[in-house]
């Protein structure tokens, strides 16, 4: 058993964890590709435990309460985006969300309120307006303080770039041809990561919708270089939920 604290830094709603930050470091602990679902509200600035079950899966408790559950997993996308880093910029400025209508602004990923160097600032727009499936694309260049003991970017962090995105392209309505605003929270994510970026160096990120199953709505993600290497993969499962819950106002 070890123990892993959430520094409110890493927070996505105001008062718990980013869901992709929080994934990946579960995800640590286990060799090569996982999943992870996530139980309940992650809380900042809690002492939790990360304990190994018999079954060989994790658990990430706040003291009798189940927090995530992450497994060995094999991620294979059935389809693979990338963009090129002028597309991809491109894609910036056309950000689903602008700053003053964000649902989370002081989101560690996605958070237009955060400042450079301390949220990771990737703000996620469509490649094109006109596609039958939309194409997120972001740009990110990690910040020295996002690290490991190795000097390359910590793999936690390349979950959380995998997440936000994600989650703005679930709200893609396929019958409007639009995206909608509807309140979200990560319930699982599945990673697969090939190499880690070193802080500085320029990666785009693409996320797209695959299929919606009531109140779940699912999309993939991707990670590249800048010259075209692929870094990460991801698969995500997203709830909708009430406004208030997303908060963490009611459960």
């Given at each position: 058993?070890?123990?892993?604290?959430?520094d409110?830094r890493?927070c996505?709603?105001?008062n718990?964890?980013?869901?992709?930050?929080?994934c990946?470091?579960l995800a640590?602990?286990?060799?090569?590709?996982?999943?992870?679902?996530l139980?309940?509200?992650?809380?900042?600035d809690t002492p939790?435990?990360?304990?190994a079950?018999?079954?060989?899966?994790?658990?990430?408790?706040?003291g009798?309460?189940?927090?995530?559950t992450?497994?060995?997993?094999s991620?294979?996308?059935?389809?693979?985006e990338t963009?090129?880093l002028?597309k991809?910029?491109?894609?910036?400025l056309?950000?689903?969300?602008q700053p003053?209508e964000?649902?989370l602004?002081?989101?560690f990923?996605?958070?237009p309120a955060?400042?450079?160097g301390d949220?990771?600032?990737?703000?996620?727009?469509?490649l094109?307006?006109?596609?039958?499936?939309?194409?997120?694309?972001a740009?990110?260049?990690?910040?020295?303080?996002?690290?490991?003991?190795?000097?390359l970017?910590?793999p936690?962090?390349l979950?959380s770039?995998?997440?936000c995105?994600?989650?703005f392209a679930?709200?893609?309505?396929?019958?409007s041809?639009?995206?909608e605003?509807?309140?979200l929270?990560?319930?699982?994510?599945s990673?697969h990561?090939?190499?880690?970026?070193r802080p500085g160096?320029?990666?785009?990120?693409t996320a797209w919708p695959?299929?919606?199953?009531?109140?779940?709505?699912?999309?993939?993600?991707?990670v590249?270089?800048?010259?075209?290497k692929?870094?990460?993969v991801?698969?995500?499962?997203?709830i909708a939920?009430e406004?208030?819950?997303?908060?963490?106002?009611?459960?």
């Amino acid at each position: 058993m070890t123990q892993i604290i959430i520094d409110k830094r890493f927070c996505g709603p105001p008062n718990s964890g980013n869901g992709g930050y929080v994934c990946g470091r579960l995800a640590r602990h286990i060799p090569g590709a996982a999943e992870v679902t996530l139980r309940a509200p992650p809380p900042l600035d809690t002492p939790l435990d990360a304990v190994a079950t018999n079954d060989g899966t994790w658990e990430l408790r706040d003291g009798d309460k189940v927090v995530a559950t992450g497994r060995p997993a094999s991620v294979e996308l059935a389809r693979l985006e990338t963009a090129s880093l002028e597309k991809a910029r491109a894609a910036e400025l056309l950000a689903l969300v602008q700053p003053h209508e964000h649902p989370l602004p002081n989101c560690f990923v996605c958070g237009p309120a955060r400042a450079k160097g301390d949220g990771l600032r990737i703000f996620a727009g469509p490649l094109s307006r006109h596609a039958q499936i939309p194409v997120l694309a972001a740009t990110w260049a990690p910040d020295s303080n996002l690290a490991a003991e190795d000097g390359l970017v910590a793999p936690e962090f390349l979950w959380s770039a995998l997440d936000c995105p994600t989650g703005f392209a679930c709200n893609y309505d396929q019958q409007s041809g639009g995206f909608e605003k509807t309140p979200l929270l990560l319930g699982r994510m599945s990673a697969h990561i090939d190499a880690r970026p070193r802080p500085g160096d320029r990666c785009i990120i693409t996320a797209w919708p695959t299929a919606r199953d009531g109140r779940k709505r699912m999309a993939d993600a991707a990670v590249h270089d800048g010259a075209g290497k692929l870094l990460a993969v991801a698969r995500t499962t997203w709830i909708a939920v009430e406004r208030e819950v997303q908060l963490g106002r009611l459960s």
